[in-house]
């Protein structure tokens, strides 16, 4: 689906819980923003913690960003996914099976050479990639190049 600009929409799948996520999820939607229109999460759907800082109840809180990020993923042309960490995010691993079930063609990002299986990622997320970038060059160029 395309976003109001009729530039294709991307989500982008990824932790959000430390500084350093948190700085890494711009950096990637900076790479890919000559392409795409990013939906990332931490800045759209919002963050649990802040909602709750607000006085949001967390169970509320808790319900609103899955909403929110559920519709994005309806409405996105495209998934992205961080596979970085010993093992990847549980909610982002299930915007990956949600964005895969809908048919939305998705990719991953692995910058990080850490798994917890000998053979790599686990097969139910590999499996529903069509290409793993590792390094954020790697993604511009994929980008650059029209993301297909």
Partial sequence: MESESNRRRLYFAAPLFCEAELDFNRRARDVLTSTFDVYLPQEEGGLLREM??????????????????????????????????????????????????????????QTDARRMLPIGNNPMIDCALRRVFRSLEELRSWAQSGGD
Avoid at 56 to 72: G, I, M
Avoid at 73 to 80: A, D, K, Q, Y
Avoid at 95 to 106: N, W
């Fill in 52 to 109: 709750m800082r607000d006085g949001v109840p967390a169970q509320d809180a808790a319900r609103l960003v899955f909403q929110r990020d559920l519709e994005a993923l309806r409405t996105c042309s495209v998934l992205l996914i961080s596979l970085d960490g010993r093992t990847i995010d549980e909610g982002a691993a299930v915007e990956l099976g949600f964005a895969y079930a809908l048919g939305k063609p998705c990719y991953g990002l």
